[in-house]
């Protein structure tokens, strides 16, 4: 915004289809997930066989991971992004 690229108005409406959470209520209906834990293999592992258990059929899976391998921590076929 300081930019002048978006108004307030924009940035609120945008910043409103943001959804942050503790739990997995609720992860059955998105379309996207993004973790963003600290970079830890065993616990991004963990994150990501509780989302496959939740989220729906093709729902995106991603990381905010700069110096893991995704592949080594998410085993789904498709549908992830690093």
């Known amino acids: 915004m300081s ?3 978006f108004t307030q108005q924009a ?3 945008r910043l409103a289809r943001i959804t942050p959470t503790l739990t997995y209520d609720g ?3 998105v379309d996207m997930v993004i973790e963003a834990v600290f970079e830890g293999m065993a616990l991004k592992k963990q994150i990501f066989a509780d989302l ?3 989220v729906k059929q ?3 899976l991603a990381s905010n991971t700069s ?3 995704i592949d080594e921590s998410h085993r789904r076929p498709s549908g992830r992004s690093g």
């Open 3 to 5: 930019k002048g690229r």
């Open 11 to 13: 940035m609120d409406e």
């Open 27 to 29: 992860f059955g209906d």
């Open 52 to 54: 496959d258990k939740v």
């Open 58 to 60: 093709g729902a995106i």
């Open 67 to 69: 110096t893991l391998n």
